[in-house]
């Protein structure tokens, strides 16, 4: 019997492609609204409320699609978001007040939001979304953490800045393909300054995730070869590694080649965030894994 399928008291089954795809989406979105704030806070944004309001809206979209569709219960896969069941009429858990609370400077930039973009008040909402964006993904790690990683005290602490990476690039992304889709000659130097520093982000994600399958791997599971662990994944994370970095650094690449780039930059976009889904579903199964292996 594969160890997916161990009884529940060994730990709770690895979560399903959509359910990681969602969290993915949600991901990106703080991280679009972390860059975001962070570029109108500093006042270095590109002109137009238009300008603003587009990477907003995209960044709730994303945000909010995994607790509506859990609130509604059009997924069975997700009983819960973030430890929150809404099936069983539980309180808000604080990594879900957190992610709530950012809706109020997000509605605060949308409404300050104008020509310049460099009025006081919004670049101070600017700055106070950016950091309750921060506060949100580390709350979600946090709690990701003390649901799943009790033990694994080395993986565990990797976990908050794997996830601030993740949503700076997997955002970072988004929040270029609105810029480019706008009017990329705001910026200058046109896009370039935004395609380098992606590139810096996703050789800085590949080292931490690197560091984090490596702490797994070598993590002592019951005196047997941690090698087991990863039987059978070592070519979807391949294809995770190659979704998550691969694709979206050539387009970065050739994004210039092509006269309509955003096609280019939509296609590193939705790869990063196909990518990671699965990378962190295939850990969800290492994890699992882990757990169905260790004693009574």
């Known amino acids: 019997m594969s160890s997916e399928n161990v009884t529940s008291d060994r730990g709770s089954p690895p979560s399903g492609l959509v359910q990681m795809l969602l969290l993915v989406l949600t991901i990106c979105g703080y ?17 137009g409320r238009g300008e603003a309001l587009v990477p907003l809206m ?22 819960d978001w973030y430890g929150w069941q809404f099936s069983n ?16 400077p997000m509605l605060g930039v949308a409404g300050l939001a104008h020509g310049d973009n460099d009025f006081w008040a919004t670049r101070l909402a ?65 896009g370039r300054p935004w395609i380098l520093g992606l590139l810096l982000l996703a050789l800085l994600l590949g080292l931490v995730e690197g560091m984090r399958w490596q702490a797994l791997q070598f993590s002592s599971v019951d ?41 280019m930059a939509l296609l590193a976009a939705l790869a990063c965030v196909l990518g990671k889904s699965l990378e962190l579903r295939l850990f969800d199964i290492a994890l699992y894994r882990r757990a169905a292996r ?3």
Do not use: K
């Open 58 to 79: 995209l960044g709730c979209v994303f945000v909010s699609a995994g607790p509506l569709l859990a609130s509604l219960r059009w997924l069975p896969m997700m009983p």
């Open 126 to 190: 600017g700055a106070t979304l950016m950091l309750c964006s921060l506060a949100s993904v580390l709350f979600g790690a946090y709690g990701y953490r003390a649901r799943r990683l009790p033990e694994l005290t080395g993986i565990a602490s990797q976990m908050p800045i794997s996830r601030v990476v993740s949503a700076w690039y997997g955002g970072g992304l988004w929040l270029w393909l609105c810029v480019i889709s706008q009017d990329a000659s705001n910026w200058p130097g046109g």
């Open 31 to 47: 991280g679009l609204w972390m860059l975001l704030g962070l570029a109108l806070a500093l006042g270095i944004y590109s002109f």
């Open 294 to 296: 260790r004693p009574t």
């Open 223 to 263: 005196g047997r070869e941690p090698s087991e662990i990863l039987t059978g994944l070592q070519t979807p994370r391949f294809t995770a590694a190659a979704l998550t970095y691969a694709v979206p650094c050539l387009s970065l690449l050739l994004a210039h080649l092509f006269r309509d780039d955003r096609w």
């Open 89 to 104: 009429r539980q309180r808000p858990t604080r990594e879900t007040l957190m992610l709530l609370t950012t809706y109020l």
